[in-house]
């Protein structure tokens, strides 16, 4: 290998996995995610470096973003992200959904944002590195938060308006420059649907590769104002009940969000 973190193709070993990508989503072959190297011979004869992901069902496994004609030259499903975390059970579906955040810093830090110059592998570090100007790269996590606002025995749910599928969640939102991310959950449910919170109290985090973010779940309860919802992000809001719940995704492979333990664990208390 060429450090920890870079290899190169001539120096692959055979029985590498191979996850290929093209247009931010995942190229699916048969019942599984990854390939063997034997496709990457074919489709990339230069010294092109791979990322290194990690180790997976026995073997290590890199990160190979294609280009529309490598893409359309193999036979593949193309799957988004979100529908792989949602709906399929393939092997490597875990690891891939990973891979997918270190393969989206990869593609969008090839040049340097401060001088434009190629980036190149850092020899000893997970990192892009701009010769010109010295500055390093490293994958980054974007926090957010996701609350779930209750009154008494009824818990908050809104319909985002982004959103294709008519499914009811707790408010979610990202961490703006200086904020806490109980500052955040404040400002977030007041700015989506008009209410004041308070008790905010810390659950649980989780990492969510939309691409690459951290998930901080939180509780809180209601202190004031009526539901107005912004009409932008969120299309509407209601409180909800064990007696009332709104229709839930019916998944293929059931996913553990921290949104939906939010939502199970205040139903277990009730």
């Known amino acids: 290998m060429a450090s920890d973190y870079f290899i190169y193709t001539q120096e692959i070993p055979s029985d590498v996995g191979v996850f290929l990508f093209h247009d931010g989503r995942f190229l699916s072959s048969a019942e599984r995610l ?9 489709i990339e004869a230069n010294e092109t470096a791979l990322l290194y992901l990690g180790d997976f069902d026995g073997r290590p496994c890199v990160g190979l973003v294609l280009d529309a004609e490598q893409a359309a030259a193999i036979e593949c499903e193309s799957i988004s992200a979100r529908r792989l975390l949602l709906e399929f059970e393939l092997s490597g579906a875990e690891f891939a959904i990973q891979a997918n955040q270190l393969m989206h810093w990869l593609e ?14 850092h020899p000893s570090e997970r990192a892009l590195v701009c010769e010109t100007c010295q500055s390093h790269y490293y994958p980054r996590i974007n926090p957010c938060v996701i609350m779930l606002v209750t009154k ?103 996913i553990k969000s921290v949104g939906s333990e939010l939502v199970s664990h205040f139903l277990s208390t009730i």
């Open 152 to 254: 008494g025995d009824k818990m908050l749910l809104a319909q985002n308006a982004r959103n294709k599928f008519p499914f009811f969640s707790p408010l979610a939102g990202f961490m703006e420059v200086g904020e806490t991310p109980e500052e955040t959950v404040a400002r977030e449910v007041m700015e989506e649907v008009g209410i004041k919170v308070k008790n905010i109290r810390y659950f649980k985090s989780q990492s969510w590769p939309f691409p690459s973010q951290l998930m901080l779940g939180f509780y809180a309860e209601y202190d004031s104002g009526e539901i107005c919802v912004d009409g932008v992000e969120i299309a509407q809001a209601r409180w909800f009940g064990k007696d009332n719940m709104p229709e839930r995704p019916s998944l293929k492979r059931p």
């Open 34 to 42: 990854y390939w063997d190297f034997d496709i990457v011979v074919e």
């Open 108 to 121: 969008h830090h090839r040049y340097c944002g401060r001088c434009a110059t190629r980036t190149s592998h």
